[in-house]
């Protein structure tokens, strides 16, 4: 295959890989939601768009209970491990209606061409179906919205949806991007990129910035453990494939370090101090009037601004207090 190299804000991107791959003619009705009642995997029913309401009518589905929905990232599946991460830790947290969204057609092919094109269609289309959840019993106030890469950059497109299609009644309470996905959305020329505006309140975790990951703040909180860019700890040297696993190793640690946050819920974790930059945590300059918050799902909603930390390379990811300082 013939590669050609585009800088795109500093990014080089080999287009010969992510506009070049076999291309996927999918249809939205693909894409399906998957409800997991638990306690392992395998306990999920899958539901198509259409049907999605029915959800709530399940009998292991607690409107008393928070309801999350996960969309994960190109070229991924239900079968890939961050997808069985991501409901293993919510089901062992045991407080969350856990949906998953399976869009492994839309999600594959060509990057550019079409799985972006796709995350705007299906963002567009998600937006009226969670409209239609809300208005069948789904309580907007408890609904949170969860995606890594392009799942995450998906989030914001629901959000915007809801927005519009409601006439600016309701807004989704809260969405949260794993390392939303950098090119085409920086600048968001081709796309519109994920942002404050599109849920009460907006976290964002970066570990992979200007490369698989979005280089700016984006939301209402950003948090930039270890820098917010590869390498993270325990992440090997990169080669550079793209799409290979050690290529990928910092782009995916922010969803790892999003289920250790959901699993491990009786410890406080991810303890995040507001700086102004990484180098500002290092000296030790941080901002004295704002309390230190928790990176991951218990994350105040009351952040606001950029949080740094400092992560171990391998399981507990989480420092406790000693990561709010630099070592």
Known sequence: MNKVLVVVSGLVIAVGVWVGMKPVRAHIDTAKFMFFYGPNFEDHETYSLEKAEDILQHARFDKNKKTVMY??????????????????????????????????????????????????????????????????????????????????????????????????????????????????????????????????????IHTDAWLYGAPVSTGTADFWPNNGKTLQPGCPKRNYKLLTDNDLCSHRRSWWFWAESVAEHSVPSFHSVRCKSWDDFKDGKIDRAAPVVHMGIDCSSDAKGDYYLQTNGAPPYSKGVSGSKFE
Request: hydrophobic share 45%; net charge negative; proline share 4%.
């Open 71 to 204: 969309f994960h990232g190109y070229i991924e599946s239900p079968e890939v491990e961050s997808v069985h991460v991501i409901a293993d830790a919510y089901l062992k947290r045991g407080d969350h209606n856990t949906i998953i969204l399976d869009w492994a057609q839309l999600a594959d092919g060509n990057y550019l061409l079409e799985a972006v094109p796709n995350c705007k269609k299906l963002g567009s289309y998600l937006g009226a179906v969670v409209l239609r959840m809300i208005n069948a019993g789904l309580n907007v106030d408890s609904l949170h919205l969860v995606g890594h890469s392009l799942g995450g950059q998906l989030a914001g497109y629901i959000g915007r949806t809801v927005i519009a299609q409601s006439e600016k009644r309701i807004k989704l309470n809260r969405i949260s991007a794993l390392d939303p996905a950098f090119p085409p959305f920086y600048p968001g020329i081709f796309a519109t990129a994920l942002s404050s505006k599109d849920a009460e309140f907006v976290d964002v």
